[in-house]
């Protein structure tokens, strides 16, 4: 094989890994484990002026 198709291939390889991995935590991912978010916007707190 020529360095052009090996680089290539490699290429391939590495988008189907990186999708793979993509779809395998997507599948993994269990939204009952997260932590709910609350309170939103911090509360803002006033400056002391000297």
């Keep these: 094989m020529s360095g052009k198709g090996l680089t290539l291939i490699a290429i391939l390889a ?3 890994f ?4 993509f779809v395998w935590f997507i599948g993994k991912w ?3 484990e997260d ?3 609350s ?3 911090p509360a803002k707190t006033e400056e ?3």
């Design 14 to 16: 590495f988008v189907i």
């Design 18 to 21: 990186v999708v793979g991995t």
């Design 30 to 32: 269990d939204s009952s």
């Design 35 to 37: 932590a709910p978010q």
């Design 39 to 41: 309170g939103g916007v």
């Design 48 to 50: 002391r002026q000297a």
